[in-house]
């Protein structure tokens, strides 16, 4: 069980490596952007809050992959992920929602390319949403998967120290 454990780690700091690591990038490329991400909406398109945020994202991966202390880097990427879940949902309700800017873009077209317009019913080109929708429900399913695999290291980390804790004070009475 503990390797699971082990690979469900690696899952999960790779997760934030890569999410940081795409922001990270975005912000050291110069090419133009056709569609506005989340983090452009929220953080806005330069400044500081970017290179925190990514730079955090970036950090939660190591700190989960280094795991020191590993019940409290598991519950911030719990944390993390149940905000990222919320503003993931939150833009999936939107009328015109942008992509989350993750990288989730890059592997919704896994599934079949989708045209970047359609047709209006008076035959004008207007924005086709189901690659952005797409890759945000990818997203959201993604974070549900990584939130429950965390639960379940979590909750072996609470059973192992659990049982340890008990083993030491059976031994302090004897």
């Known amino acids: 069980m503990m390797r699971f454990s082990f690979i469900f780690r690696l899952l999960i700091a790779a997760l934030f490596l890569w999410a940081g690591g795409v922001k990270l990038h975005a912000l050291c490329t110069t090419h133009q952007h056709t569609v506005q991400s989340m983090v452009e909406l929220y953080l806005g398109t330069s400044g500081p809050w970017r290179w925190l945020a990514a730079g955090a994202e970036v950090g939660l991966g190591c700190w989960v992959l280094v795991g020191l202390p590993l019940k409290l880097a598991l519950g911030t990427a719990l944390v993390v992920l149940m905000v990222f879940t919320v503003l993931l949902t939150w833009e999936l309700t939107k009328e015109n929602p942008v992509p989350c800017g993750c990288g989730a873009m890059d592997y919704a077209f896994l599934f079949g390319p989708l045209p970047a317009t359609t047709k209006s019913l008076m035959g004008l080109p207007q924005r086709d949403l189901r690659p952005i929708q797409l890759a945000l429900g990818i997203s959201l399913v993604r974070n549900l998967v990584m939130?429950?695999?965390?639960?379940?290291?979590?909750?072996?980390?609470?059973?192992?120290?659990?049982?340890?804790?008990k083993a030491k004070e059976r031994k302090s009475l004897d």
Request: positive net charge; without cysteine.
């Open 147 to 165: 939130m429950v695999a965390i639960g379940f290291m979590l909750d072996r980390l609470r059973n192992t120290s659990g049982s340890s804790s």
